[in-house]
């Protein structure tokens, strides 16, 4: 079967630096996809990582390693309007996407 | 990135009616789009899934004659949810999917907030 893990919460201080594992299983793999959502809006578009490596976009980066079906999101220099669920998702053979049940992240001052 | 329009943003219909919501890819050709249902404190729940100008793939437990979902151009996805019921109240997102000059990446609309009376 596909399926997508990551962690239900976690906790981190402002200014801090936290690392959101994701663990996928899929059909085929066409990339994988990060999307912040706060709560009551829709998710936005953090990052697509389709090569293995890290790719870097200001505070946030992302690391994909295809051979273990596995990516993180890395969010630096943590501010309190980080706060919101992280939102992991494979693409597979038929590039639909594969959705992991959300990251809830909240920073404390 | 590219933009994904979606309309309306909220709307409140009357138990039975029916009501349509328009997703636009803006600036990018949309070879898929995805449509999600959720519900509050809840992970998005996909419902289905449209190639341009092929009949939308449902996902399991989702009544295709209820919500119907029309894909007939690269820009544009509609999905219908016909005699709406106060259980539909939900937000429905949809995302459009296709290559840009960064690849291939997906986007989401901005998510319409239906609640029905």
């Known amino acids: 079967g596909q399926n997508i893990d990551q962690p239900t919460e976690m906790t981190a201080t402002e200014g801090a630096i936290v690392q959101i594992n994701c663990t996928y299983q899929t059909s085929g793999f066409n990339g994988l996809f990060w999307y912040q959502q706060h709560a009551g809006e829709a998710p936005t578009f953090l990052s697509y990582?389709?090569l293995d490596g890290l790719e870097e976009k200001g505070r946030f980066s992302s690391f994909l390693s295809r051979s273990k079906g596995y990516s993180y999101l890395l969010l630096k220099e943590l501010q309190m309007k980080d706060s919101a669920s992280y939102l992991c998702?494979?693409?597979?053979?038929?590039?639909?996407?594969?959705w992991g049940a959300g990251t809830k992240l909240i920073i404390k001052p | 990135g590219a933009v994904v329009s979606q309309h309306p943003s909220w709307v409140i219909c009357k138990s039975g009616t029916s009501v349509k919501i328009e997703c636009r890819s803006l600036?990018?050709?949309?070879?898929?789009m995805f449509w999600y249902r959720q519900f509050p404190k809840q992970s998005l729940m996909l419902m289905a899934t449209?190639?341009?100008?092929?009949?939308?793939?449902?996902e399991q437990g989702v009544e295709k004659d209820k919500f119907l979902i029309n894909h007939a151009s690269l820009t544009l996805s509609t999905l219908t949810v016909t005699s709406a019921h106060p259980e539909d109240s939900s937000f429905y997102i949809c995302?459009?999917?296709?290559?840009?000059?960064?690849?291939?990446?997906?986007?989401f609309g901005q998510g319409t907030r239906l609640t029905v009376v």
């Open positions: 600036d990018f050709q949309a070879t898929t």
């Open positions: 998702a494979a693409s597979d053979s038929n590039y639909q996407l594969i």
């Open positions: 449209s190639n341009e100008g092929s009949k939308a793939t449902y």
């Open positions: 990582n389709v």
């Open positions: 995302s459009a999917s296709g290559r840009t000059s960064e690849g291939t990446e997906a986007f």
